[in-house]
C-alpha cells in the first residue's frame, strides 16, 4: 500500500463543474502540499497545509489530520484547470516528501 | 525571488556521453533535493543535498553523480546512462532539510521546471 494514495486517478468534468480530488497518507506528517503539473512538467506548488482550510481564488484545500485524509475542490471549473494534481506529504521527522500518483483532470469547454 | 531555474530544459544524449544538468537558486535554501519522474507517475526522490553535503543517496546507480559547489547550485552529472534513465528529472529546494511542527511546519519545497531528458 503505498504512503500517500489519491482519487480520482483521471477525471473529466465540463466547464463550471465543482472538482474534489481526495488524498489519504498512512505516514506522520507535519505538512501536506498540493501540487500541480502541467504538461511541460513544471511543478506549481498550490497549497501547503497543516491544519484546517486554505482558499486561493477559485482554489480551497482542506485537511483532517486526525482522520489522515486531505481534499482540493475547484469551483467554477475552467480548461485551464487542466493538469496532474499530486498531493504530497513532508515527513514528520525530516523535510523529504512523499507523492501521491497524481489525479489528471481534463476540464472541456 | 522565489524561483528555482534548471538548464537545460530539453536534452538529448547518447549511451556513452557525458552531460551535466544544472540547478540554481538565490532564495538563501540550505537544502536542495534531486528528483526523478517517468511518464505518468510521481516524482521519486534521487539526492538530498543540506547545507552543501550529501545527506541523502536513494540508492541511485553511480551513472548520476551529484554535486553542490555552493549552496545556490546544484549539479546533476550524467555518464553512461541507460534508455530507461529518460525521464523528466526535477530539482527542488527548501530553506532547510529539518523542520516539521518544530518550526512550525512552515518549510516547503520550491520546485525547478525540470529538464525533459532522453537517452538513445
Known amino acids: 500500500k503505498n504512503e500517500v494514495e489519491q482519487s480520482p486517478q483521471n477525471l473529466t468534468a465540463q466547464e463550471g463543474e465543482f472538482i474534489t480530488i481526495n488524498c489519504s497518507y498512512s505516514v506522520g506528517i507535519s505538512a501536506l502540499h498540493w501540487l500541480q503539473q502541467h504538461p511541460g512538467g513544471g511543478i506549481v506548488s498550490l497549497f501547503m497545509?497543516?491544519?484546517g482550510k486554505k482558499k486561493h481564488g477559485r482554489l480551497i484545500a482542506t485537511i483532517n489530520i486526525q482522520e489522515k485524509h486531505s481534499s482540493l475542490h475547484i469551483t467554477a471549473s475552467h480548461p485551464r484547470d487542466s493538469a496532474v494534481y499530486i498531493c504530497a506529504v513532508r515527513l514528520s521527522n525530516n523535510n523529504d516528501m512523499r507523492f501521491g500518483a497524481g489525479t489528471r483532470l481534463t476540464v472541456k469547454p | 525571488d522565489t524561483e528555482v531555474t534548471q538548464t537545460p530544459k530539453h536534452l538529448v544524449m547518447g549511451m556513452t556521453n557525458k552531460k551535466s544538468l544544472k540547478c540554481e537558486q538565490h532564495?538563501?535554501?540550505?537544502?536542495m533535493y534531486w528528483y526523478k519522474q517517468k511518464a505518468k507517475k510521481p516524482p521519486e526522490l534521487m539526492f538530498v543535498?543540506?547545507?552543501?553535503?550529501?545527506?541523502i543517496n536513494e540508492s541511485v546507480p553511480s551513472r548520476f553523480s551529484p554535486e553542490c559547489p555552493n549552496s545556490s547550485l546544484l549539479n546533476l552529472h550524467l555518464h553512461a546512462l541507460q534508455p530507461e534513465d529518460s525521464a523528466l528529472y526535477l530539482c527542488a529546494s527548501s530553506q532547510d532539510r529539518l523542520g516539521g511542527l518544530a518550526a512550525g511546519g512552515r518549510i516547503e519545497q520550491y520546485f525547478g521546471p525540470g529538464t525533459r531528458l532522453t537517452v538513445t
Open positions: 543535498y543540506s547545507y552543501e553535503k550529501l545527506s
Open positions: 497545509l497543516s491544519s
Open positions: 532564495m538563501g535554501h540550505r537544502a
